[in-house]
C-alpha cells in the first residue's frame, strides 16, 4: 500500500488517485525537441545506406501514420547525406584548382584542357572498377575518385 501526501498531512492510497498498472510498452522513452522518440536500428551487410534508406522509404510512404507522427533518417545515412553536401562544394573547387595548377604550368588554356580532358576519363576508368567489383559508389569512393583527378 503506498500513500500520497495530499492538501495538509492527509494521506491517501495510491489506488484511490490512480489507476496502476503494468503493461507491455518501450523499455524506455526518449525525447528530442520536447517530442517522444522511438529509435529502430539495424546494420547493414552486402548492400549500400543510400538503397536501404530508398527502398525503406518506398515502404514508408505507404504508412498512413497518425497526426504528428513522422519519420526521419539517421546514422550513417545522415552522414552520407551531409557528406555528398560537402563534396558537393568541395569537388568543383578542387577541379577548378587542378585547371588553374595545370594553366600556371603550361601558360596555354589549350594546352591545360588538354590535359584536363583526362578527368573524365579517369572517373569513367573509376566508375568501371567499382562495376567490375560489384562495389556500389561510396563517399569514400568519391573521395578516392579526387586522387586521379590531380
Excluded: C, W
Excluded at 84 to 109: D, E, T
Aim: glycine share 10%.
Amino acid at each position: 500500500l503506498m500513500l500520497v501526501h495530499v492538501a495538509g498531512s492527509v494521506q491517501v492510497p495510491l489506488h484511490q488517485l490512480a489507476d496502476v498498472a503494468v503493461k507491455e510498452g518501450p523499455n524506455q522513452i526518449q525525447r528530442e525537441d520536447a517530442k517522444r522518440r522511438i529509435i529502430v536500428g539495424f546494420n547493414v551487410r552486402g548492400r549500400d545506406v543510400q538503397s536501404i534508406v530508398n527502398e525503406l522509404q518506398q515502404k514508408a510512404e505507404k504508412l498512413k501514420l497518425p497526426a504528428g507522427y513522422y519519420i526521419t533518417y539517421g546514422g550513417a545515412f545522415e552522414n552520407l547525406v551531409e557528406a555528398k553536401q560537402r563534396l558537393a562544394i568541395v569537388v568543383p573547387i578542387a577541379l577548378g584548382l587542378i585547371f588553374l595548377m595545370l594553366y600556371f604550368a603550361f601558360k596555354s588554356i589549350k594546352h591545360s584542357l588538354i590535359i584536363y580532358t583526362a578527368i573524365p576519363l579517369s572517373a569513367i576508368g573509376g566508375a568501371f572498377a567499382l562495376a567490375l567489383r560489384g562495389m556500389p559508389f561510396s563517399i569514400s569512393a568519391g573521395i578516392g575518385f579526387i586522387a586521379p583527378f590531380g
